[in-house]
């Protein structure tokens, strides 16, 4: 069975501090997809990013970047110089390849607030 | 190119009563998810659609709750005799195909259902 576990539940910081969010996976298939979504206050959820299983490169996009580690299951994100508007839930999520329709499998969400 | 629109964005029913929430997927977009969301809570996962067609409803309760996604028009999620615990975000995505590689799910707005 697919699980993802975000363990931060809350995570405060000051506006230009650097902050990670963790997210770790479980999953039995070699084939999957991992996900980064943020909902902000107004509780839309907004894409970040997809990395699939055969694609360890880090990515970074912005003030954003990914770290892909599959030999400890993990698929963190870092904000670099963090703003006020970065406040919100991230999401982690994830897609195995043989799953039906491809549905998505969710952390429980880490809340960022960001101070100024 | 509008996004998945969702309507309405906020429902507030009385206990017994139906809560049919609507799902206009992305234009040329043919696989619908629902996904809910309870208070502090991630998403789960309950219903995924094809047009006419009910894919993976695994996560669906097996009770009071049905989706379809009909030829012409919405999808539609329906909720009959609501509860207080069915109080919660209701959101849906679309994705032009199978979630993986090459493309992602995009979400609505969500309908926040309160049940009173």
């Known amino acids: 069975a697919q699980k993802v576990t975000q363990a931060q539940t809350e995570i405060s910081v000051v506006e230009k501090e650097d902050v990670t969010l963790d997210c770790v996976y479980e999953t039995r298939d070699t084939t999957y997809y991992l996900f980064w979504y943020k909902q902000p206050p107004s509780g839309e959820l907004v894409f970040l990013i997809r990395?699939?299983?055969?694609?360890?490169q880090n990515e970074i996009s912005g003030r954003y970047s990914w770290n892909f580690q599959k030999s400890t299951s993990s698929f963190n994100f870092t904000i670099t110089a963090s703003q006020v508007v970065d406040s919100a839930v991230y999401f982690c999520?994830?897609?195995?390849?043989?799953?039906?329709?491809?549905?998505?499998?969710f952390g429980e969400g880490t809340q960022l607030t960001v101070n100024p | 190119n509008a996004g998945v629109m969702q309507n309405p964005r906020h429902l507030v029913r009385r206990r017994g009563q139906e809560a049919r929430l609507r799902c206009s997927p992305m234009?040329?977009?043919?696989?619908v998810y629902w996904y809910r969301q309870l208070p502090e809570e991630g998403l789960k996962f309950m219903v995924y659609?094809?047009?006419?067609?009910?894919?993976?409803e695994s996560g669906m309760p097996k009770e009071r709750f049905s989706a379809e996604f009909p030829k012409e028009g919405p999808s539609i999620l329906r909720i009959q005799q609501v509860v207080r615990g069915d109080s919660a975000a209701y959101f849906c995505?679309?994705?032009?195909?199978?979630?993986?590689?090459?493309?992602?799910?995009?979400f609505g707005q969500g309908t926040r259902l309160t049940v009173v």
């Open positions: 995505a679309s994705s032009p195909g199978t979630v993986g590689l090459s493309t992602e799910a995009f």
């Open positions: 990395r699939n299983s055969f694609d360890e």
């Open positions: 234009k040329g977009h043919s696989h």
């Open positions: 999520a994830l897609s195995e390849a043989r799953t039906s329709g491809s549905r998505l499998t």
């Open positions: 659609l094809q047009k006419e067609n009910i894919i993976d």
